[in-house]
C-alpha cells in the first residue's frame, strides 16, 4: 500500500532555506514534511542536511578566509615592530579545521534535531506526479501548500575540454590536503575573488582569469578598492580575458587564453583550476511540469510573494528566480523562508524587499552595499547626492594601518537613504545600519545623530552621514538665524 501523508507543509531541500521554512513552521505548531534526497548521507544523522552554506559555501569559505587572515598577518608585522617572516602552512591541518567547523555546526541542522522538533524527514528523491501530489520513493505528499528549496550548484561553463580536465570547485576545494603550486581562477565573482586571495595568503600562486571586470555588479569604486587588494598581494588578476580551451597535463592543466579580440593567445599552466563560474539553479528531475510550475535555467519563475505558477507551490533560495530580485545569499533566503510561512500558512501576504537586503564580498578589504546603485538612486531622484568619507581618514585605520577603502551613500533630495556601498574592513558589519535605514526609511540625518564608540570603525557611518548636514551651511535661513542669535549674545 502507499502511504499518504497531508502536511500543512510539504518542503523539498534541506539548505539554509527549507530549513528555516521547516523550523519556523513547526515551532507554529504547524505539520511539516521535509524531504531531502541527501539526508542521512556522508555523515551519519546529519548527512546532506544544510546543504551548499553548511558543507560547501559560506561555513567552509570562511574558515580557510580566517586561516589565511592568520598567515597574511605573520607575514605583514613589520609595521608595528613584529618580525615579519614566511608562515608555514599546513593543508591537511587546515582542512581538519574547515571540516571541525562544519561539524561543530551541523547538529543544529540534523535530520534528529528537525524530528525533535516534530518535522517528518523523509531522506529520498522528490518528484510531482500532478499539481497537488508529491512521490517520495513510494510515500505520496498531499500539502496544503508546497515549498521548493532546492537550490543549487556551481556552473562549469563551455570550454573546451575543461569537462574533461580534473577541476575544482567549491564543492571540492576544501578538500585539498596539499597546498596548489600554482592555482589557476576561472572567475572574478565573490567566490573567485574570495578563494584566490585565500590561497594566495596561505602561500599559493594564483593567477585569476575574468572575461569582464572583476567583481562584476559591484559598485565599480568599491570593486576597484578589492581589486588592487588582491594584485597588492600577489595575485594575477586578468579582467577581459577569454579562456578558449583546457587540456590536462602531467603536473596539472593547461589553459590557452586570448586578453581581448585580436590579441595573441597566451598559454598558462598551473597545478590546480578552480571554477568559480556562478551557479545555476537545481531545478531537474522534480516533475515541475506536472506540477504547474515554470522554470528555465535561470530558475523557478516566481512573483512578488514567492509563489510560482501553481498558487500552491512557493519557490525559494537558490533555486528561485523573478520576484526574489535573483540575491542568491543565505540571509536573503532566511528572509524568503519568514515570509513564506506568513502566507503560506496565515494567509498574510507579504512581499520581498529585495532594497534591504545587503550583499557582500568576503575579500580583505570586505566590500558590502544595500539599496540602489549610484545609477539607480541618480535614475529614480536626479537630485540626489552622493555622501563619501575615505577609510584613510579614520584613526582606526591609522592605528591599524589599513587606509584604503571608502564609503558612499546615496541619498534623495529629501536626505532618505537610497543606497550605500563600503569597501573596508569589516563592511559586512559596518553596512547593518545602512541596511536598517533603507527598511525603515530613515534620513541620512537620523544616522548622523548616532553616538559611535572611538575610536572604531563605525565611525565610518557616522563621518557619511554627518556629510549630509554639510549644505546647511551654505542655507540662508540658517545663517541669518546664526547671525541673529549672535546679536542676541
Given at each position: 500500500m502507499t502511504d499518504t501523508l497531508q502536511p500543512d507543509l510539504c518542503v523539498v531541500g534541506a539548505g539554509a532555506a527549507g530549513l528555516s521554512v521547516a523550523a519556523v513552521a513547526a515551532s507554529l505548531?504547524?505539520?511539516?514534511?521535509?524531504?531531502?534526497?541527501?539526508?542521512?548521507?556522508?555523515?551519519?544523522?546529519i548527512g546532506g542536511m544544510g546543504g551548499e552554506c553548511l558543507h560547501t559555501g559560506c561555513v567552509p569559505s570562511k574558515s580557510v578566509i580566517a586561516a589565511a587572515a592568520h598567515a597574511h598577518a605573520i607575514r605583514a608585522g613589520a609595521p608595528f615592530g613584529v618580525a615579519a617572516q614566511e608562515p608555514r602552512v599546513d593543508y591537511a591541518v587546515l582542512r581538519a579545521h574547515v571540516r571541525g567547523v562544519i561539524a561543530d555546526i551541523a547538529p543544529n541542522d540534523s535530520v534528529e534535531r528537525y524530528r525533535a522538533m516534530g518535522v517528518t524527514v523523509l531522506p529520498h528523491r522528490a518528484l510531482f506526479l500532478d499539481r497537488g501530489t508529491l512521490d517520495v520513493a513510494g510515500t505520496r505528499v498531499r500539502a496544503r501548500r508546497f515549498v521548493l528549496a532546492t537550490?543549487?550548484?556551481?556552473?562549469?561553463?563551455?570550454i573546451p575540454g575543461l569537462a574533461d580536465v580534473p577541476h575544482l570547485t567549491n564543492e571540492t576545494v576544501f578538500d585539498l590536503s596539499e597546498r596548489p603550486r600554482r592555482l589557476l581562477v576561472i572567475g572574478a565573482g565573490p567566490v573567485g575573488m574570495e578563494l584566490a586571495q585565500a590561497h594566495a595568503r596561505l602561500g599559493a600562486a594564483v593567477v585569476v582569469l575574468s572575461r569582464g571586470p572583476a567583481l562584476a555588479g559591484q559598485d565599480p569604486e568599491v570593486a576597484a578598492?578589492?581589486?588592487?587588494?588582491?594584485?597588492?598581494?600577489?595575485?594575477?588578476?586578468?579582467?577581459?580575458?577569454?579562456?578558449?580551451?583546457?587540456?590536462?597535463?602531467?603536473?596539472?592543466v593547461r589553459l590557452r587564453v586570448r586578453a581581448g579580440a585580436g590579441a595573441p593567445e597566451e598559454v598558462l599552466e598551473g597545478s590546480h583550476v578552480l571554477v568559480a563560474a556562478g551557479r545555476r539553479p537545481t531545478v531537474d528531475d522534480?516533475?515541475?511540469?506536472?506540477?504547474g510550475v515554470a522554470y528555465d535555467a535561470s530558475g523557478i519563475r516566481v512573483d512578488a510573494r514567492l509563489r510560482t505558477g501553481n498558487r500552491r507551490i512557493y519557490a525559494i533560495g537558490d533555486c528561485a528566480t523573478g520576484g526574489t530580485g535573483d540575491l542568491r545569499f543565505t540571509h536573503a533566503a532566511s528572509q524568503h523562508a519568514s515570509l513564506v510561512v506568513r502566507d503560506a500558512l496565515f494567509r498574510l501576504p507579504a512581499k520581498l524587499d529585495t532594497a534591504a537586503i545587503p550583499r557582500v564580498v568576503y575579500t580583505d578589504p570586505e566590500i558590502a552595499s544595500v539599496g540602489l546603485s549610484e545609477a539607480e538612486a541618480f535614475r529614480r531622484d536626479a537630485k540626489a547626492r552622493?555622501?563619501?568619507w575615505p577609510v584613510g581618514e579614520l584613526d582606526r585605520a591609522k592605528a591599524e594601518r589599513r587606509p584604503h577603502g571608502l564609503i558612499k551613500a546615496f541619498v534623495g533630495r529629501d536626505g532618505r537613504v537610497l543606497g550605500c556601498a563600503i569597501a573596508a574592513p569589516h563592511a559586512g558589519e559596518l553596512i547593518a545600519p545602512w541596511t536598517l535605514a533603507l527598511a525603515e526609511g530613515l534620513k541620512a540625518r537620523d544616522l548622523a545623530g548616532i553616538v559611535m564608540p572611538y575610536p572604531t570603525w563605525s565611525e565610518l557611518t557616522k563621518r557619511a552621514?554627518?556629510?549630509?548636514?554639510?549644505?546647511?551651511?551654505?542655507?540662508?535661513?540658517v545663517q541669518r538665524w546664526r547671525r541673529l542669535m549672535r546679536r542676541l549674545g
Amino acid at each position: 500500500m502507499t502511504d499518504t501523508l497531508q502536511p500543512d507543509l510539504c518542503v523539498v531541500g534541506a539548505g539554509a532555506a527549507g530549513l528555516s521554512v521547516a523550523a519556523v513552521a513547526a515551532s507554529l505548531g504547524a505539520s511539516v514534511v521535509l524531504v531531502e534526497k541527501s539526508a542521512g548521507s556522508g555523515g551519519g544523522d546529519i548527512g546532506g542536511m544544510g546543504g551548499e552554506c553548511l558543507h560547501t559555501g559560506c561555513v567552509p569559505s570562511k574558515s580557510v578566509i580566517a586561516a589565511a587572515a592568520h598567515a597574511h598577518a605573520i607575514r605583514a608585522g613589520a609595521p608595528f615592530g613584529v618580525a615579519a617572516q614566511e608562515p608555514r602552512v599546513d593543508y591537511a591541518v587546515l582542512r581538519a579545521h574547515v571540516r571541525g567547523v562544519i561539524a561543530d555546526i551541523a547538529p543544529n541542522d540534523s535530520v534528529e534535531r528537525y524530528r525533535a522538533m516534530g518535522v517528518t524527514v523523509l531522506p529520498h528523491r522528490a518528484l510531482f506526479l500532478d499539481r497537488g501530489t508529491l512521490d517520495v520513493a513510494g510515500t505520496r505528499v498531499r500539502a496544503r501548500r508546497f515549498v521548493l528549496a532546492t537550490g543549487s550548484r556551481p556552473r562549469v561553463p563551455d570550454i573546451p575540454g575543461l569537462a574533461d580536465v580534473p577541476h575544482l570547485t567549491n564543492e571540492t576545494v576544501f578538500d585539498l590536503s596539499e597546498r596548489p603550486r600554482r592555482l589557476l581562477v576561472i572567475g572574478a565573482g565573490p567566490v573567485g575573488m574570495e578563494l584566490a586571495q585565500a590561497h594566495a595568503r596561505l602561500g599559493a600562486a594564483v593567477v585569476v582569469l575574468s572575461r569582464g571586470p572583476a567583481l562584476a555588479g559591484q559598485d565599480p569604486e568599491v570593486a576597484a578598492v578589492a581589486a588592487g587588494a588582491l594584485r597588492a598581494e600577489g595575485v594575477d588578476l586578468r579582467e577581459g580575458v577569454a579562456v578558449l580551451s583546457a587540456e590536462a597535463t602531467a603536473d596539472g592543466v593547461r589553459l590557452r587564453v586570448r586578453a581581448g579580440a585580436g590579441a595573441p593567445e597566451e598559454v598558462l599552466e598551473g597545478s590546480h583550476v578552480l571554477v568559480a563560474a556562478g551557479r545555476r539553479p537545481t531545478v531537474d528531475d522534480l516533475g515541475l511540469e506536472a506540477a504547474g510550475v515554470a522554470y528555465d535555467a535561470s530558475g523557478i519563475r516566481v512573483d512578488a510573494r514567492l509563489r510560482t505558477g501553481n498558487r500552491r507551490i512557493y519557490a525559494i533560495g537558490d533555486c528561485a528566480t523573478g520576484g526574489t530580485g535573483d540575491l542568491r545569499f543565505t540571509h536573503a533566503a532566511s528572509q524568503h523562508a519568514s515570509l513564506v510561512v506568513r502566507d503560506a500558512l496565515f494567509r498574510l501576504p507579504a512581499k520581498l524587499d529585495t532594497a534591504a537586503i545587503p550583499r557582500v564580498v568576503y575579500t580583505d578589504p570586505e566590500i558590502a552595499s544595500v539599496g540602489l546603485s549610484e545609477a539607480e538612486a541618480f535614475r529614480r531622484d536626479a537630485k540626489a547626492r552622493i555622501l563619501r568619507w575615505p577609510v584613510g581618514e579614520l584613526d582606526r585605520a591609522k592605528a591599524e594601518r589599513r587606509p584604503h577603502g571608502l564609503i558612499k551613500a546615496f541619498v534623495g533630495r529629501d536626505g532618505r537613504v537610497l543606497g550605500c556601498a563600503i569597501a573596508a574592513p569589516h563592511a559586512g558589519e559596518l553596512i547593518a545600519p545602512w541596511t536598517l535605514a533603507l527598511a525603515e526609511g530613515l534620513k541620512a540625518r537620523d544616522l548622523a545623530g548616532i553616538v559611535m564608540p572611538y575610536p572604531t570603525w563605525s565611525e565610518l557611518t557616522k563621518r557619511a552621514a554627518v556629510e549630509d548636514l554639510r549644505p546647511l551651511a551654505a542655507n540662508p535661513w540658517v545663517q541669518r538665524w546664526r547671525r541673529l542669535m549672535r546679536r542676541l549674545g
